[in-house]
């Protein structure tokens, strides 16, 4: 075995990459460790393409085991299942930077495995599974135009920091992960405290200057493995059949696109195509010969056709393909208080996108339990993202959510998160569910717009409105342009999909994918101020229809109600085998949970029902006060007097001189047990024990 290694420092992280001990029958395989934190990443490339394959099939699979925390998995078979969402969300971070650096034409199977086996819980696994992921690849000597690095950049009383530990994210203001080659970005994932478009993209550099060790130490690992290149060449182009469909269908692709409504439009191109088909092969396959050409291959240079079309447009300043300039956000339509039981409901429309958004208030018990390797946590701000065929006038597979939906309800969750109020000042488990019922272009940011109404119309007490926009570039040499609000067309067309979310005062999210190189400063620069311009105009009009949250949560919501005791008499409110608590809500229907501290939170249907067990709870934890007078039971009677049961869990004595005014002779001819009397309290001595009085004189009557 010839293991190789490489080691760099990386902020305050000491990075080892190591190759050609482990997974050597793999196209290229990196044991990639951040202190503590290690990874197995593989690459492996089909030699061959299948034939008339028109798309690359590139698969990135992340797992991670939990023999890495030194955990066994639960469940019945004890073992790691489904990938979790946390997996999933890691495998679309590194599946979208690498994506666009495989060249055009390049269609043989590619699977990337990253499996973490080590586990340190203040270092998240995300940016050496990055660059462990381009570090294989690199070593495969696939078609591939890396080698590309990443970071993770935070942002503390500002400044920016590289790498941040998991305690460091507490406390700061920003979350962002780069990633890129030597030249250019490539893709960004962030979440933000309400900061500016000026720090968020010094943070953008600052990454992209940092992840320069990492591409680094990459390079001169597959420089001392000496890695063997393959030798593939991208298909030629048939100039003489792409001059042809141009002759046949330009002006036809340029009239379809400039038909605005988006099934229309589709269908007109559809009918274009089908005619270069026929126009080209239909007369040969008439007359039983083989056509010239094949017609997946004319159907590809067909949509090349539209797309240099669109793009040749809109860089000459032309209408875009439903009118627009390049800063006009498209029509927006408000409601709020859409369904009627809901806790809180809106619908948002933006031209041909919608989103019908829905908030539940739930309980402290609905929160969701994370079993991760860094440790179990509780997430009290559950966001479902859901995209059903029919929103784009199409059948599908009704199911588990795929990729693409978790990825997108994370993004719009991120949107949302910095305006949330925190559990004391809102102690309820908040559910989002965007459901898409029409798309054309950025339904995750209209899930952003659509929730923030849904959390007012639900009197959650969000810090400010939030609004998203998906911002799109086209560039070609020097020309560019940077396109507010794109359409589903102009994301597939163009060059960039550029999505800022935020409120009034700055950003939330950021979302950035490049599909190629050469994006410079001043082009992400110009996309955040135009970015900005429209999520202004977006809050404008989401404003004239709500602008703050209601003042009460619905009626159909729990009621939730909060108070504290001491931590001494947590035993007493719980009671022997929780028999007190359980009483507690069969009485009453109010569901109770205690915290150590002695925070007890109290949620219930209705304010009856919480004010009934808050009363019993207060009973139960009250001091008993000299003088005052109790209603209770009596709970045992004895020669000598009667024990009565004056307040939960407390008993006190009535000496049978303080029965009556009058003289006594047996207890049982005065009370019974079970009969409910009144009692006053005379005294507490210092073992504890009290005295009760039930003579009328006491008592007042």
């Known amino acids: 075995m010839n293991k190789i290694t490489q080691t760099f420092q990386f902020g305050k992280h000491k990075v080892t990459m190591e190759t050609g001990e482990i997974a050597r029958q793999a196209g290229g395989a990196v044991m990639i460790d951040v202190d503590g934190t290690s990874l197995l990443v593989t690459a492996v490339a089909k030699k061959e393409s299948e034939e008339g394959r028109d798309f690359f099939p590139l698969t990135v699979n992340y797992q991670e085991k939990t023999y890495a925390a030194g955990k066994i998995p639960g469940g019945f078979f004890r073992r790691e299942g489904r990938p979790s969402e946390e997996e999933t969300l890691i495998a679309r971070l590194i599946d979208r930077p690498i994506r666009p650096l495989f060249p055009e034409g390049f269609t043989n199977e590619v699977q990337v495995i990253v499996t ?91 990454g992209h200057q940092a992840l320069q060790a990492a591409i680094t130490a990459i390079d001169a690992l597959v420089a001392e493995t000496g890695v063997e290149h393959w030798d593939w060449t991208a298909p030629e182009k048939d100039t003489a059949l792409q001059a042809q469909i141009k002759q046949l269908a330009f002006d036809d692709f340029t009239t379809a696109y400039q038909i605005s409504e988006k099934l229309k439009r589709y269908d007109r191109v559809q009918e274009i195509t089908d005619n270069i088909v026929a126009e080209l092969i239909g007369e040969a396959l008439a007359n039983g010969e083989e056509p010239r050409w094949d017609e997946k291959v004319i159907r590809e240079y067909a949509h090349d056709l539209e797309k240099a079309i669109v793009r040749q447009r809109i860089l000459d300043g032309q209408p875009r393909i439903d009118g627009r300039d390049s800063k006009t956000v498209r029509p927006i339509y408000v409601r709020t208080g859409v369904l009627p039981r809901t806790h809180g409901s809106a619908l948002f429309t933006r031209g041909e996108t919608q989103a019908l958004v829905v908030t539940t208030l739930g309980t402290a018990r609905d929160a969701q339990i994370i079993d991760a390797l860094t440790g179990e946590r509780k997430d009290d701000f559950l966001f479902h993202y859901n995209f059903p065929p029919f929103s784009v006038g199409e059948t599908g597979f009704i199911g588990s959510p795929k990729r693409r939906e978790i990825g997108h309800g994370r993004l719009a969750k991120r949107g949302v998160a910095a305006v949330m109020p925190t559990t004391d000042e809102f102690p309820y488990t908040v559910r989002i569910v965007s459901e898409i019922t029409e798309s054309n272009g950025s339904s995750s940011m209209a899930s952003v717009c659509g929730s923030s109404l849904a959390l007012m119309d639900a009197g959650v007490p969000v810090k400010a409105p939030v609004a998203g926009i998906a911002m799109g570039l086209i560039k070609d040499a020097d020309k560019f342009a940077v396109l507010t609000d794109i359409l589903g067309d102009e994301d597939h067309l163009g060059d960039m999909d550029f999505k800022v979310a935020g409120s009034q005062e700055g950003i939330t999210a950021l ?26 105009h977006i809050l404008g009009e989401m404003a004239k229809v709500v602008s703050q949250p209601s003042a009460d949560v619905s009626e159909y919501a729990p009621r939730y109600m909060t108070m504290n005791i001491s931590p001494d008499k947590i035993k007493d409110v719980i009671g022997k085998g929780g028999a007190t608590i359980r009483q507690i809500t069969e009485d009453t229907g109010a569901t109770v949970d205690i915290e150590n501290d002695g925070k007890i939170t109290i949620a219930a249907v209705d304010k009856e029902q919480a004010d009934a067990a808050m009363q019993m709870i207060k009973e139960i934890t009250a001091e ?46 005065v009370v019974s047990e079970g009969e409910s009397v009144r009692v006053k309290l005379l005294e507490i001595d210092r073992q504890g024990k009290v005295r009760l009085t039930m003579k009328p004189s006491e008592l007042g009557e």
């Open 511 to 536: 979302q950035m994918d490049i599909k190629i190189q050469g994006i410079t400063r001043e082009i992400m620069q110009i996309a955040l101020e135009q970015a900005k311009e429209a999520r202004l």
């Open 116 to 206: 973490v086996i080590s586990i340190n819980p203040d270092v998240s696994p995300e940016i050496p599974a990055i660059i462990g992921s381009s570090a294989a690849l690199a070593l495969s000597g696939v078609p591939f135009d890396g080698p590309l690095g990443a970071a993770k950049v935070g942002y503390r009383d500002g400044e920016y920091l590289l790498n941040p530990s998991l305690k460091e994210l507490e406390t700061s203001d920003l979350e962002l992960v780069v990633a890129g080659t030597k030249d250019a970005v490539l893709m960004v994932e962030s979440e933000a405290n309400l900061l500016s478009e000026e720090v968020m993209l010094g943070a953008v550099v600052y």
């Open 624 to 669: 008993p006060e000299i003088g005052k007078i109790y209603s209770g039971v009596v709970a045992k009677i004895m020669d000598f007097g009667a024990f009565v049961t004056f307040m939960p869990g407390r008993d006190g004595l009535v000496h049978i001189s303080q029965l009556r005014d009058e003289r006594v002779e047996n207890t049982a001819d």
